[in-house]
């Protein structure tokens, strides 16, 4: 993910809720429920066979480490998923500046949650990162690809969360298996993000949701 260059400020722990009034739905393809925007993109759109977001200038998600920063201002179209479920789709990113990237969530709120990212890195190369927030960011690239793409995979079976990816989306490799007890309900979502940039657009497609538990800890399988 990032390790920030610039001054941190004060830590500011925002929590929010995102009700959506029902004119606020989106509806995508390969999801079930209805999704809302925690946070209003500058683009988006629900294609037939695909969901593109397009964040603004400063979009990011992300609580330092050490403390004293905290910013949640990225768009994330969230769903209430079920119980147990497997989530798997492609994204693809049109990186321009370091840190943009597209990412998974798994959301309680703007101090618990689970950021499965595709990012533009500090170190020039296109990394597959992980962070669990509670409170405060666990901040992980774990590995790196010169493709604009690739598929990612979310997977839950109770209070085990499953990461995995895939370059061409046939062989699966764990990122991480983490037990993230959510202090509220949890949401799932799709985000774009551009925390140097003006924009950045992700696009979210082969998104594949089944209900149920996974059993396959290196693949994410049911």
């Known amino acids: 993910m990032k390790k920030k ?10 929590f929010f809720s995102a009700v959506a009034n029902p004119a606020d739905s989106v509806r995508i393809k390969g999801i079930p429920y209805p999704c809302s925007w925690i946070n209003t993109p500058k683009n988006f759109n629900a294609a037939a066979d695909s969901l593109s977001i397009t964040a603004g200038q400063g979009s990011d998600f992300y609580n330092y480490p050490g403390g004293n ?3 949640a201002t990225a768009p994330i179209l969230v769903f209430k998923p079920d119980e147990n ?3 798997t789709a492609k994204i693809k990113v049109d990186f321009k500046k ?3 990237g ?5 959301m309680v709120d ?3 949650y689970i950021k499965f990212l595709f990012e533009n890195s500090h170190y020039g190369k296109l990394a597959i990162c992980s962070g669990v927030t509670n409170t405060y960011t666990d901040d992980s690239n774990n590995a790196i690809t ?3 793409e690739v598929y990612f995979r979310l997977a839950k079976s109770g209070n085990m969360f499953g990461l995995f990816y895939s370059l061409e989306g046939k062989n699966w490799e764990a990122v991480r298996l983490v037990n993230f007890v959510p202090k509220a309900p949890i949401r799932v ?3 774009s993000q551009s925390p140097l940039g003006e924009t950045c657009t992700s696009t979210f497609s082969e998104i594949v949701y089944t209900p149920g538990v996974f059993k396959d800890a290196k693949t994410g399988g049911m």
Do not use: P
């Open 110 to 112: 703007s101090t618990q």
């Open 98 to 100: 370091t840190y943009d």
């Open 189 to 191: 979502g799709f985000s």
């Open 5 to 14: 260059l610039f001054v941190l400020g004060s830590l500011v722990l925002a």
């Open 102 to 106: 597209g990412a998974i969530y798994v």
């Open 146 to 148: 010169t493709k604009n």
């Open 85 to 87: 479920f497997v989530l």
């Open 69 to 71: 920063y905290n910013i």
